[in-house]
């Protein structure tokens, strides 16, 4: 393992005109510009964003930005991060420009926010972690992937999640519309980030809408195992009620 104490930073930014034009392998390579590193510091060649970064590994290898955003934002691949315990707090001074970091199962951070007493994320479960911000993301060995708000979640419920996800699934489409007394009402009741308490097998995605002046709707679809499907249309219906809103079944 490597330190992970050890904070990375930029050890080269675009000085050099001709250097930043060259395609590179090893930080050996660049020995004239770049004396002293660490593992997993940043060497840019490009001032827009990370477009042209590299990550420093094992050796000295020279790992390109993975970029998960396709914007140009810096990614710290697993090929880095697999040997690193704390991979979140070693990229913090740099973490403007970050925008995903893969994370092993025992990463500090996994083991802070995501574990309980009673489940813990164990090597063997083979999920590949990547934190974006306040979202976890994962991607579970039969190629299902799915993102979880690291404040509403936990390994429990990520694992739950998961099972339900291999189970006879339904769907429905939900549409609802606020306007004057019933925006003023619905406002007075929820904060913005309120939601239906739906089982946490289920899924809330939220497929755009609009508003103006005291008045909002949006369009939302809802997924999950079926066994579950009559908790999620009484959550809905308890959230709702007294609002103008509908929910349909979608048949394919």
């Known amino acids: 393992m490597e330190d992970s104490t050890v904070k990375a930073k930029y050890v080269y930014y675009c000085q050099n005109?001709?250097?930043?034009?060259?395609?590179?392998?090893?930080v050996s390579e660049l020995s004239k510009y770049i004396e002293n590193y660490n593992y997993g510091d940043l060497i840019a060649l490009s001032d827009y964003r990370d477009t042209g970064t590299y990550i420093i590994g094992k050796e000295g290898k020279l790992i390109p930005n993975p970029d998960y955003s396709a914007s140009g934002y810096l990614t710290?691949?697993?090929e880095i991060t697999k040997y690193l315990t704390n991979a979140v707090d070693k990229y913090k001074d740099v973490d403007f420009n970050l925008s995903h970091i893969d994370l092993r199962y025992d990463?500090?951070?996994i083991k802070e926010n995501i574990n309980t007493t009673s489940?813990?994320?164990l090597?063997?479960?083979?999920?590949?972690?990547t934190l974006k911000g306040n979202y976890l993301g994962v991607v579970f060995p039969n190629g299902t992937s799915h993102g979880f708000n690291v404040e509403e979640t936990s390994a429990y419920?990520?694992?739950k999640w998961y099972e339900g996800s291999k189970k006879e699934q339904s769907k429905y489409k939900l549409y609802y519309k606020l306007e004057n007394e019933d925006y003023d009402l619905f406002n007075q009741k929820y904060d913005y980030s309120s939601k239906p308490k739906i089982p946490s097998?289920?899924?809330?995605?939220?497929?755009?809408?609009g508003g103006s002046y005291k008045k909002t709707e949006e369009n939302q679809t809802l997924y999950g195992p079926k066994e579950d499907e009559e908790k999620m249309l009484k959550a809905v219906e308890k959230f709702y009620n007294g609002f103008n809103y509908s929910i349909t079944k979608v048949t394919e």
């Open 123 to 129: 090597e063997k479960w083979n999920w590949k972690l």
């Open 107 to 109: 990463d500090k951070f």
């Open 201 to 209: 097998t289920w899924t809330i995605e939220y497929n755009g809408g």
């Open 157 to 159: 419920i990520i694992k």
């Open 76 to 78: 710290i691949p697993y």
């Open 119 to 121: 489940t813990k994320i």
């Open 17 to 26: 005109a001709e250097v930043n034009k060259g395609l590179y392998k090893n």
